[in-house]
């Protein structure tokens, strides 16, 4: 069997001979790689794709240098680049760059071609190459790149090894009427794409004539070449399109000088003029190919149809409590660590990316997602709030995208619009995003990706402009970890974090909150002790703000005289459990100690909650010998015990100290009568 050795630049310049070659002689040869050949005496022919890769080791007689030429089926995407366009012609070598330039002339194409391969030192900079599938040879600041494939070999050479092998060319018919077959379809293809323009055009004037919206389209030399109904109409013309197209504007309408618009500032495009009598709102745009300025796009707005508009969808929004509620201003707290959170809040307001709220339950999550929408430059969009917590998962998918009418038994006849769709160009609020269910992740996963929606049993897509704010009081990343949460939509979501920090982290916000809650909840603000407010301060507020609100209510519901006092405080701040009668409490402490050591130490802690601050057993010792009391710190750590077993105090958090109860207070009272009449009775005694 006939040997053939290819020589090529790369692997896939070999694997495209192979295959041409065996396609031809229909498996007659044998076809090598330099790698495979090892004795050149033992091929018949060696193929070089280039000369510059011919060898003084090669027997001449048996080398055959390649011509190349161009996949005709490759050619469709070039034939569409206007004339004279300027391409590089990238390639391996300089000369199979300047072969495939030569071709390309040869075949008619009117463009501007410029050789590229590695190692030119200078070369045109343009934004168009056209490449031979090799992307890893195509210079930056290349803006589009047109594949051509490979070189395949010429007809000829296919027909020379043909001769030089002496293997009968019965197939060459069949390999011409292929390469014919090529061009037909080219041809074929281009036919249609002359008729697809044609019915674009039919299809462009339909759409133009749709839409309320003015269109008017001008060439370079301000000729109008598109005009729609609408404008006609608002510019009060009585034209015949005949008559307009190809005229120039000021010759149409010499009132409407579009160019004092045109070339005005760039940052205003939108400019309010008064056209026969109406108010109109234009915005024109240029028209740019290849950088340069072919014409514009003026789009006309009625104003009083606008207004109408948004006057009509603002109460169909309100009507349906799509709106925002609450502002930055609704939220209480001058703390350090709010006025973080408000200065991060100011700049999350001005972008459009995803935001996810993080923080316990009864943090006000809601409130800082009401506050970034009406920052925001959708706050007169409207604002969409849904809770997967309460949201049923047969449902959600309905809820959530809309349904189209006869989905299933029971729909609303004409369908139902779905949250993300009411919620356009304004904000959708997902709250408790950790409870979505898993098959329900994937839909709003698509959703964030690809900014459009499907309606339940509909074949059409939505597109929607929607921001999206979800917030949780989940450990989302250990969800994903878990495997409970996509990780794909955790990585959507977690765009720009926002943690809500607890009322615990914040405590100096509570006099101000309560002050606030007062005067939402009572009509006249009620007098609360130092003591009450130390109380309500040193709580840890597992339920937050939430929590602090109920309270308040609590403690105006069952105050007397508009004064609230320990005995006003909910059951949560009662620590000690069921009431214990003070004398027998009393008596047994005597047994346990001094009582003057017991009351000495809970005045110590007393003080120490007044003034706010936390203290051990070491300023116990010294408050005591202060008062005239003689403890050692181990009599203190014991007594301590005693007094916390009761219920009178309370230990404190790492470096908080211990904290006296209202048991405590209250039993003080009790200690210092006793200790009053011990004393009279001793002095009486001496």
Not at 621 to 645: F, H, I, P, W
Request: glycine share 6%; proline share 3%; net charge neutral.
């Amino acid at each position: 069997m006939p040997k053939i050795l290819a020589v090529t630049k790369d692997n896939r310049t070999y694997k495209l001979f192979f295959k041409q070659i065996s396609d031809f002689f229909n498996g007659k040869v044998t076809i090598l790689s330099s790698e495979q050949c090892h004795d050149y005496e033992k091929v018949d022919i060696i193929l070089l794709s280039n000369k510059e890769l011919q060898d003084d080791l090669y027997p001449e007689e048996k080398v055959l240098i390649a011509r190349r030429t161009i996949n005709i089926a490759r050619l469709e995407e070039l034939i569409s680049l206007p004339a004279g366009t300027e391409c590089l012609v990238v390639n391996n070598l300089g000369s199979t760059s300047s072969e495939t330039i030569e071709i390309l002339e040869n075949l008619g194409f009117e463009l501007k071609f410029y050789p590229y391969y590695p190692g030119i030192k200078t070369y045109q900079k343009v934004e168009v190459a056209i490449i031979p599938e090799a992307l890893e040879m195509v210079p930056k600041g290349i803006k589009r790149m047109i594949n051509i494939g490979l070189r395949p070999l010429d007809f000829s050479t296919l027909i020379e090894l043909s001769l030089k092998l002496n293997i009968n060319i019965d197939r060459a018919n069949i390999q011409s009427a292929r390469y014919i077959q090529e061009i037909i379809k080219l041809s074929r293809n281009l036919s249609y794409s002359f008729k697809e323009v044609a019915h674009l055009n039919h299809q462009l004037d339909a759409i133009l004539n749709t839409v309320h919206d003015g269109i008017l389209a001008t060439d370079a030399e301000k000729n109008i070449i598109k005009i729609n109904r609408s404008a006609k109409s608002m510019l009060g013309m009585h034209h015949s399109e005949n008559e307009i197209i190809g005229k120039k504007v000021s010759e149409i309408l010499p009132k409407l000088r579009l160019d004092s618009y045109i070339h005005d500032d760039l940052s205003q495009k939108n400019h309010v003029i008064s056209f026969n009598e109406r108010k109109l709102i234009i915005n024109n745009s240029s028209i740019v190919v290849e950088e340069k300025n072919i014409g514009d796009v003026t789009a006309f707005q009625d104003v009083t149809r606008i207004q109408a508009l948004e006057q009509e969808i603002r109460k169909k929004i309100q009507k349906m409590g799509f709106s925002s509620k609450y502002s930055i201003s609704d939220i209480i707290g001058k703390s350090q660590r709010m006025k973080d959170i408000l200065h991060i809040i100011n700049k999350l307001a001005k972008t459009d990316r995803s935001v996810l709220i993080l923080g316990e339950n009864g943090t006000g999550k809601e409130l800082f997602a009401h506050s970034i929408h009406q920052l925001s430059s959708r706050h007169n969009g409207p604002f969409i709030p849904v809770n997967f917590a309460g949201l049923p998962e047969s449902l959600a998918e309905s809820e959530l995208f809309g349904y189209e009418e006869g989905t299933f038994t029971g729909a609303v006849k004409g369908g139902k619009q779905g949250l993300f769709e009411l919620a356009h160009n304004g904000t959708i609020f997902m709250d408790e995003i950790g409870d979505a269910p898993k098959n329900l992740q994937t839909l709003l996963l698509r959703v964030l990706q690809e900014k459009q929606v499907m309606r339940v049993g509909g074949r059409s897509i939505i597109p929607v402009n929607v921001r999206v704010i979800a917030a949780t009081n989940k450990d989302l990343k250990k969800m994903v970890e878990e495997g409970s949460f996509r990780e794909d939509l955790y990585y959507r979501l977690f765009v720009l974090p926002l943690r809500v920090p607890t009322l615990r982290d914040r405590k100096e916000d509570i006099p101000e909150l309560i002050t606030h809650f007062f005067e939402e909840y009572c009509p006249t603000i009620p007098s609360i002790s130092d003591d009450v407010m130390n109380e309500l301060v040193s709580y840890d507020w597992p339920g937050n703000v939430r929590e602090l609100a109920s309270v308040v209510q609590y403690m105006i519901t069952v105050m007397e005289n508009n004064i609230i006092t320990f005995l006003d405080l909910p059951e949560q701040f009662q620590r000690t459990g069921p009431s214990v009668k003070i004398d027998d409490t009393l008596l047994q402490l005597t047994k346990e100690g001094d009582l003057v050591d017991f009351h000495t130490i809970l005045s110590s802690l007393l003080e120490a909650m007044q003034e706010r601050k936390s203290i051990g057993r070491g300023k116990i010792v010294s408050y005591a010998k202060e008062n005239g009391v003689l403890l050692t710190d181990q009599q203190v750590r014991r007594r301590m015990e005693t007094l916390r077993d009761m219920g009178f105090i309370q230990s404190g958090t790492k470096g908080q100290g211990s904290k006296l109860t209202q048991m405590g207070m209250n039993t003080m009272k009790e200690m210092e009568r006793i200790i009053s009449e011990n004393e009279k009775v001793m002095k009486r005694l001496s």
